[in-house]
């Protein structure tokens, strides 16, 4: 792996093979009555983020604290860019006391690409504005690899299609996601209303070789893999959609499109979820849906980030 953890582009499909091994080693700790390892035992961990989390920053703080790392959590409210500190003062402040790794979210999209430039500590995308989500994009197709997995092997994405719904325009888990999943050799289709449909995104599709559509019911029937995406209406200034009941009846995962699907197509979803909006209770709490099993591989795939950045062959001293 590079020194950083930016973008899915800073990984190959080897260095993500290379982390679900790991990961699947990682995953039995959760199983531990004592769930310690001396791996990062003397590093400093940071979790600097500037827009709320439960999910990631809960995750990375756990992965740092079981690996025996120190972890701290800093958040904007609860730093001095409250005060009006610029990011790179931040950022400067916290590397100057001589910190290892700096897990980072923030609303700026290339945020975290100009702080690993400022710095000399390894940098981890939490997310970044409306760009990238990597580690959330890894621990989904770990999720997948194990689920279609046999005999606690992780299985291949090659060739299975997965379907990505939702609100493309504001997600960074589906540009990870796009990234990550056809690396991996799986074919991926991507849905939303036209408003919600990132605009440019065809030279890109075309480019990766994915396939979008308006139609979510023309795709579902044919998909090996289901993955909502939040409607996320914090970031929303306009109406993207005439309202939360029309949204549903033409891209939420609902009860009769639940039907449609096999029982063994599972169904994910970054969270935090809409129910009722983007996915109906029924689909989130079916025996098919994976979202609580990405957030167990979710601790399990940092736990791997972190191992690989800072302990691993190549990381910095």
């Given at each position: 792996m590079k020194k950083h953890l930016l973008s899915i582009d800073d990984v190959s499909a080897d260095d993500v093979a290379t982390l679900f091994e790991t990961a699947a080693e990682m995953h039995d700790v959760q199983r531990r009555q004592v769930k310690k390892l001396p791996a990062l035992r003397g590093r400093t961990v940071i979790n600097l983020f500037f827009e709320d989390s439960t999910r990631t920053r809960s995750s990375f703080e756990i992965a740092g604290k079981w690996l025996s790392a120190d972890t701290i959590n800093i958040t904007g409210k609860g730093s001095s860019a409250s005060k009006g500190e610029s990011l790179r003062d931040t950022v400067l402040t916290i590397a100057a006391m001589g910190v290892d790794a700096l897990v980072m979210r923030h609303a700026a999209s290339g945020s975290a690409l100009q702080v690993s430039q400022w710095v000399d500590a390894a940098v981890i995308n939490a997310g970044d504005g409306t760009h990238e989500h990597p580690s959330q994009a890894l621990l989904d197709a770990y999720t997948l690899q194990r689920r279609f997995g046999t005999d606690g092997r992780l299985g291949s994405l090659e060739g299975r299609h997965v379907v990505l719904v939702g609100d493309l325009t504001h997600s960074r888990v589906f540009r990870s996601n796009v990234l990550c999943l056809t690396k991996l050799g799986a074919q991926v289709s991507v849905v939303a209303p036209p408003t919600l449909m990132p605009s440019g995104v065809e030279p890109w599709s075309k480019e990766l070789g994915f396939a979008t559509s308006y139609d979510l019911d023309e795709v579902l029937p044919t998909a090996d893999a289901v993955m909502m995406l939040r409607v996320q209406r914090e970031r929303m200034?306009?109406?993207?959609?005439?309202?939360?009941?029309?949204?549903?009846?033409?891209?939420?995962?609902?009860?009769?499109?639940?039907?449609?699907?096999?029982?063994?197509?599972?169904i994910c979803h970054p969270g935090p979820m809409n129910r009722g909006l983007e996915i109906a209770a029924d689909a989130a709490d079916a025996a098919q849906s994976l979202v609580l099993d990405q957030v167990s591989a979710g601790l399990a795939v940092r736990m791997s980030i972190l191992y690989h950045l800072l302990a691993g062959e190549g990381s910095t001293s």
């Amino acid at each position: 792996m590079k020194k950083h953890l930016l973008s899915i582009d800073d990984v190959s499909a080897d260095d993500v093979a290379t982390l679900f091994e790991t990961a699947a080693e990682m995953h039995d700790v959760q199983r531990r009555q004592v769930k310690k390892l001396p791996a990062l035992r003397g590093r400093t961990v940071i979790n600097l983020f500037f827009e709320d989390s439960t999910r990631t920053r809960s995750s990375f703080e756990i992965a740092g604290k079981w690996l025996s790392a120190d972890t701290i959590n800093i958040t904007g409210k609860g730093s001095s860019a409250s005060k009006g500190e610029s990011l790179r003062d931040t950022v400067l402040t916290i590397a100057a006391m001589g910190v290892d790794a700096l897990v980072m979210r923030h609303a700026a999209s290339g945020s975290a690409l100009q702080v690993s430039q400022w710095v000399d500590a390894a940098v981890i995308n939490a997310g970044d504005g409306t760009h990238e989500h990597p580690s959330q994009a890894l621990l989904d197709a770990y999720t997948l690899q194990r689920r279609f997995g046999t005999d606690g092997r992780l299985g291949s994405l090659e060739g299975r299609h997965v379907v990505l719904v939702g609100d493309l325009t504001h997600s960074r888990v589906f540009r990870s996601n796009v990234l990550c999943l056809t690396k991996l050799g799986a074919q991926v289709s991507v849905v939303a209303p036209p408003t919600l449909m990132p605009s440019g995104v065809e030279p890109w599709s075309k480019e990766l070789g994915f396939a979008t559509s308006y139609d979510l019911d023309e795709v579902l029937p044919t998909a090996d893999a289901v993955m909502m995406l939040r409607v996320q209406r914090e970031r929303m200034s306009g109406g993207y959609f005439p309202s939360a009941r029309e949204y549903t009846v033409g891209y939420g995962l609902t009860r009769d499109r639940l039907a449609t699907l096999g029982p063994d197509v599972p169904i994910c979803h970054p969270g935090p979820m809409n129910r009722g909006l983007e996915i109906a209770a029924d689909a989130a709490d079916a025996a098919q849906s994976l979202v609580l099993d990405q957030v167990s591989a979710g601790l399990a795939v940092r736990m791997s980030i972190l191992y690989h950045l800072l302990a691993g062959e190549g990381s910095t001293s």
